[in-house]
DNA sequence: TACAAACCTATTAGAATAATATGTTTATGA
DNA sequence: TCATAAACATATTATTCTAATAGGTTTGTA
């Protein structure tokens, strides 16, 4: 399941989608219209500067600002971005070691064809589509 | 993601799929088939007495059995019956709260979406289609 | 040069995971 | 009939993850 963590990477960058793109928004405002700790705001914003979803600028007049359109931010990409795992289960991810059993497991099929099913779904909604109210 | 739990329930399934129906398996073989702590196989196992899924005799001679046929026993069923959530996001499970911010909420349409794919996607597979060999 | 903002590091309470350990009860078959 | 094999029950544990909180440092601007 999808945590807060991802779930808040998503409020956020939909609030800064909704934001004028020229300017930098603090922090301190997205976490007070989304009512969301600004601590703990901070720890999920700094993986999406790290992935390069968004762009940080300090100092004061400073905040944060996107980078591309927002039809150029996958769903999968901003939750993968936090850390959240689209696939269903540990042997899928890439980090994985190759399983001895891989041969004889009866249930892989199933969960490679999930695995494309989740990726799809999630890479085929953008921002764009969850921010254009 | 699918933890081991739910795993190790649907490799538990199929081995009992894969014996003589009239007859009772003991879990200690199928732990030894399986190569899976034989203890923590019971927690697991219970679970799924618990949901009615299988039945278990006791005393010498006793074991577990699968009680329907196995295309009546969708995967999504058994995943669940071990307590692993399909729902991609907590405020989708049956128990959760009703959510104020669902009125206003850019993403539940999203989740729904994705957990009647889950849903109908792990439904539509059943011990039948994973034990056929 | 004060200030506002990003950025950095550490700590924590609580829950879940994946087990292990030690029994008790029940039914069979030798 | 009674030892035995099996399900069933309860408790404990180490490890990891989650969702925060706390306090500090650096940077840029008005």
């Not at 909704?18 to 603090?26: I, R, V």
């Not at 190759?98 to 695995?115: G, H, L, Y």
Request: with cysteine; net charge neutral; proline share 5%.
């Amino acid at each position: 399941m999808i945590s807060t963590r991802g779930r808040y990477a998503l409020r956020l960058m939909i609030d800064l989608a909704m934001q004028d793109t020229d300017k930098y928004t603090p922090l301190k405002d997205i976490s007070k219209r989304q009512g969301i700790s600004e601590k703990y705001m901070e720890i999920i914003i700094k993986q999406l500067v790290k992935h390069k979803l968004i762009h940080g600028l300090r100092g004061k007049g400073g905040g944060y600002r996107l980078i591309r359109s927002t039809a150029d931010y996958p769903v999968g990409e901003i939750l993968e971005a936090v850390g959240e795992q689209l696939a269903p289960v540990s042997c899928l991810l890439p980090e994985a070691e190759p399983c001895d059993r891989e041969s004889v497991c009866p249930t892989i099929a199933m969960w490679k064809k999930f695995d494309k099913l989740s990726h799809d779904f999630f890479y085929g909604i953008t921002l764009a589509d969850l921010a254009e109210t």
